[in-house]
Structure formats: C-alpha cells, structure tokens
C-alpha cells in the first residue's frame, strides 16, 4: 500500500514563527502537493512539484514556500505564520499515472 | 485553467437507499483523469474511484460507480446501498492527462449523511 506520512497531526505555533511541515511517501511517485482544506472552500492546491527541485505554484501560494531536495520527500514552510494560516494541511503524491494519495492531515494552529 | 464544480453542499439518504452525488467541471483539455474522494471524520483521503477520460465505460468500485458524460463535462457518483461508513464529505476532482506535472484540483466537497 501507499503510505504518504505527515510529520504531526496537530501543531500549535505562534504568530511570527517560521512553521516546517513535513511529508514523506514511499511509492516513488513523482508529482507532491500541499494543499489547505478550510471548511466551505474545499482543498485548494498551495504548492506541487513534479520533480526533485522543481515546484510549480498553486492557487494560493502567498505566504508558503515549499521544498523538494530528495524524490520522496515534499516539506510546506510557513516563513513567518500568521493567524489566517490556522487550518488544516494536506499533502498528497501521485504518480504519472493519476490518482493521489493522501496523508493524515496537519491541524496548524496560529496563536 | 480547470475548475470543479460541487453544487450541492450536503446531501442525506438512508441507509440501504441509493444516492448519486453531482460534480460538472469545466477544461480544454480532452486527456484527464476524474476521481471521487471520500474523507471520513477520521479526516484520511480515500480514493473511492476513477475514470480515464479516454474510457467510454463507465467506472465501477463495488457499490461506487459513476456516470461520466464527457460532452456535458458531468462526473457523477452513484452509492448503492447505502452503509453508515459511507457518511463522510466527498470530493470531485480532476488531473489532466500529462504525467509529470499534472495539477490535481478539487471541488469544494459534499457532506453525505447517512440514516439509519
């Protein structure tokens, strides 16, 4: 089976902090997203890469950077968090053949 | 760019009845992918099933099966006998059909309750 793991389940930060979320998958998959799920918005993509090094912008980026240094392994960084970044993050993989596996989930808290 | 449309918010059934859950999306491309996604109050996204948009037949996962209508640009989820376990949000979503770099974008999800 697909195993996309998350570091936390739940985290609680405070204003100003620089915020590491980090992903590992097992399967080799090339494509890796972040996305935050708020209720009544849905999953909106933040960042994805689809390659070692290579990141493509998503629908909300403002705020987040992300890093890819090895295949397997996708981090979603908070430079300086901020209370409207309170929310639930999502990564996922997929490979080029489509369909996405999804970790647990990361309930971020700003305070 | 694509976009993904659930329009209704929520949706109850009983349980044992059938349910079919709307999703219409809106793309230039004629490759993709379509899936369902369910997410439990576990939270955990699961694949519940897909459709090539090459594929004529329709895709089925026990009692998942959807209808595809690829000129409509209309995805629906049909859920025969509906189980308790089947209460969760769902989502619709969309890859098209490239390999690498491929953006999976998502519906804003449907809450399905079920009754016993």
């Known amino acids: 089976d697909v195993k996309v793991t998350q570091s936390s389940r739940y985290l609680v930060k405070r204003t100003g902090e620089k915020v590491f979320l980090e992903c590992v998958q097992d399967?080799?998959?090339?494509?890796m997203f972040w996305y935050r799920q708020d209720p009544g918005l849905g999953l909106r993509l933040i960042y994805f890469?689809?390659?070692?090094?290579?990141?493509e912008k998503g629908d909300i980026p403002e705020g987040y950077s992300v890093s890819r240094e090895k295949k397997e392994r996708f981090s979603l960084i908070l430079e300086s968090a901020s209370t409207n970044q309170t929310s639930m993050y999502l990564c996922?993989?997929?490979?080029?053949?489509?369909?996405?596996?999804f970790g647990q989930g990361t309930r971020l808290t700003v305070v | 760019a694509q976009t993904v449309t659930q329009s209704q918010p929520e949706m109850s059934v009983q349980e044992a009845e059938t349910v079919t859950l709307s999703c219409t999306y809106d793309?230039?491309?004629?490759?993709?992918?379509l899936f369902w996604y369910k997410q439990p109050p576990s939270r955990q996204m699961i694949l519940v099933i897909r459709?090539?948009?090459?594929?004529?037949q329709n895709a089925t996962e026990n009692r998942f099966s959807v209808n595809f209508q690829k000129a409509a640009k209309s995805f629906s989820l049909k859920i025969s006998d509906s189980q308790l376990g089947d209460t969760a949000m769902y989502f619709c979503?969309?890859?098209?059909?490239?390999?690498?770099?491929?953006?999976?974008?998502f519906g804003k999800g449907i809450t399905l309750s079920v009754r016993p």
């Open positions: 996922a993989s997929s490979s080029v053949l489509g369909g996405a596996f």
């Open positions: 399967m080799d998959h090339e494509n």
């Open positions: 979503a969309f890859m098209k059909y490239s390999g690498a770099n491929s953006k999976l974008t």
């Open positions: 890469s689809y390659d070692v090094k290579m990141k």
């Open positions: 793309t230039s491309e004629n490759n993709y992918y």
């Open positions: 459709q090539e948009a090459y594929k004529q």
